[in-house]
């Protein structure tokens, strides 16, 4: 069992940044791929960047790809996502996720997920 417990979240100006945090409970977050996904007012659940276990390979969604960057600290059983140049569109609650492998955590299904973090981005 892993509990994953987002933070980070909060309203932004259009052009600034955000670091979200995902902490995991348990022993075995380095045996889990990590993502984060999204979910707007009135729209379905989507990717937005998933991570190998090691932290080596990640994947990016193209909405998000050279503003955003997951890292992960096995250490610390964290997983983050920087996200830079944020635009109004990014507005969403962002969720935490475990998974199988990295390259097919956007299709889902995902093992566990978070409560999610709310992220709005003003105009």
């Known amino acids: 069992q892993v509990q994953l417990v987002e933070s980070g979240g909060g309203l932004v100006q259009a052009g600034g940044s955000l670091r979200l945090s995902c902490a995991a409970s348990?022993?075995?977050?380095?045996?889990?791929?990590m993502g984060w996904f999204r979910q707007a007012p009135g729209k379905e659940r989507e990717f937005v960047a998933t991570?190998?276990?090691?932290?080596?390979?990640?994947y990016y969604a193209d909405s998000v790809k050279g503003r955003f960057t997951i890292s992960r600290d096995n250490a610390k059983n964290t997983v983050y996502l920087q996200m830079s140049s944020l635009k109004p569109e990014d507005t969403a609650v962002y969720y935490c996720?475990?998974?199988?492998?990295?390259?097919?955590?956007?299709?889902?299904?995902?093992?566990?997920w978070g409560q999610g973090t709310q992220v709005t981005v003003s105009s």
């Open positions: 996720a475990a998974g199988t492998t990295a390259s097919s955590m956007r299709y889902g299904p995902n093992n566990y």
């Open positions: 348990g022993r075995t977050f380095s045996s889990y791929a």
């Open positions: 991570i190998t276990r090691s932290g080596e390979v990640t």
